[in-house]
């Protein structure tokens, strides 16, 4: 026992070497001494020697397994940057008896392996501990809210708040938390909050954003201004600001920024940016931006193209080729996957309005469709599966759900549907045209013909859209497609939709045959539903 402690009292002075002299010589009589084997462990990792520290400490924790010999096997681990093995026993040891320079290895551990789940898991811990630190507050509302844990995220907020009542970047988080369930009056307060206590980009920006969700456009224009002053480098409230203008069919302030945007997000190879004039001998490509609806919609403008150039390319996913090289042979259609430089000026689609003084709110061509498919495909079908004595429904609810802000709230559950069903079922055969893994949850109503398996391209879900006489859907591709080729379309619209729809609309300027429904505040598709219902009540 003196020579233990002789050796301990070795070891707080730092002289390793000789510590380990003596703890080798304790050892030579019992190799089972855990004390002896534990300090000499930690010997080794003062000197920095990992791999022999490990070998003593996991023989030290075999022979007597507490949670601080856990824990030092734990950093050791870390130290050899194995960082499983040293998760693994750092989170049994500060879970069983908690010790803060463990929990803060590790902690680096979870940062160098990037899980997220254990590291809220581990903030929780490390607050229970230190109630009052405020940096472990803001760093679980991080957490929570990177990983939607809303409910841990708002509980924490609030405590938070309450010990920092000052915090405006807290102030201005909470705010993102609260808009994303919805509760979006709060998040303006929140937003409003963090603004008074300091002007600064980020709650300007989501007050602009905030406003408009709102419907309270001056007031998104006045931030979104602001945010572009603040912060001039950034496309994203030059973009917000844009969509604004374009709600309130502000062209000749929206566009422009709308169209800077769209180039800012180009391809490293998008270059010489067309100047608007003809170039006979020249080539052109159209980079086509934005989601597959954008590609649709912005088609109707290609014409205008032709004679100012000797060739056309366009860049576009594969599911429009067939559709698009069908109706403009005069353009080259490129796989978007593919690095293309074989040209000799670029433009989006957007450009094409400003070349030719196309202002969307004086005229739009191609009201009443532009596209077609082909007869042979359309009867194809129609022997398949449409050669039925019923008025036939195509139906759509779930899209894109990337870009939080601007599309999540516009997709519904399949059963929103459920009281259309409950009307109709007996007298129109209804089809699915959902082509996503969305298209599933349609199996719990076997009246439902699912054409998921049908549709290998956008041609074909344009033929099974000529063989129906209406098609019901939430603000997606398939609307765009239904449109450009006037068939008959229910649009199911948020509260906050995308700004193609304007506000007030009941028609889309866009496509004649296109109906708009919007819901009476933000979540709400039942009022959108029942509106849907009134109306098909005088067609059907």
Known sequence: MEQLEKAIELFKEKKYENSLFLLDEILKENENDFAALRHKGLCYIELKQFEKALICLKKAFELNKTPEYEGELGVCYYLLKQYDSAQIHLIQSVVENYNEYFAKTLEKALLSKHNDDAMLGLKLLMHENNPKDIYILRDITNLAQKLKKFDIAIEFFEILLKLCPNDYVAWNNFGL???ELNRWNEAYDCYKKALSLKDFFSPNFNLGIMSRKLHLFNDSIKYLKK???QNPSSPQPKYSLAMSY?????FEKGYPLYVKHMT???PDFYKNEWDGKPHPDSTLCIFATGGLGDMI??????????GNFKKVYLLLPKTLHSIIKANYPFIEVIDSDIIFTNFDYAITPMHILKFFNLDFTKFVPGQKGYLEVSDEL???FKLKFFDIRKPKIAINWHGNRE?????FNRSMPVEKFEPIFEKYKDRVMFYSIQKDEAHKEIEKYPFVVDMYNQIKTFEDTAAILKNCDLLISIDSSPVHMAGALNVPTYVMLPYSNEWRWFVDDKRS?????VEIFRQDNEGNFESVINKVLERLDRNF
Do not use: C, P, Q
Request: no cysteine; charged share 20%; hydrophobic share 55%.
């Open 177 to 179: 938390v609260l808009e």
């Open 227 to 229: 945010a572009v002053l």
């Open 246 to 250: 374009l709600m309130v069919k502000d």
């Open 264 to 266: 800012k997000i180009m």
């Open 297 to 306: 919609m912005f088609a109707r403008y290609f014409d205008y193209l032709i």
């Open 378 to 380: 359309i009867n194809n």
């Open 403 to 407: 870009g939080t802000r601007t599309f």
């Open 509 to 513: 300027i866009w496509y004649d045959s």
